[in-house]
């Protein structure tokens, strides 16, 4: 039982790479940040873990 459900889950993400790569799908993930908001979390960082 647990082989078909293997194959079903294998198959299903086949497809969503193949329509992501057509540019027919969504893009899945986390969509990024702006630029400002990673330098603020790097000038954050290097003034919280200064020696």
């Known amino acids: 039982m647990f ?3 293997g194959e ?3 198959f299903e993400r086949e497809l969503m790479n193949e329509r992501t790569a057509e540019g027919q ?3 899945m993930g ?4 702006p630029r400002k908001n990673l330098e603020r979390a790097l000038d954050i ?3 919280t873990f200064s020696p």
């Open 25 to 27: 799908g969504r893009h």
């Open 30 to 33: 986390r969509p990024g940040q």
């Open 8 to 10: 079903i889950v294998e």
């Open 45 to 47: 960082k290097a003034v």
């Open 3 to 5: 082989t078909m459900l």
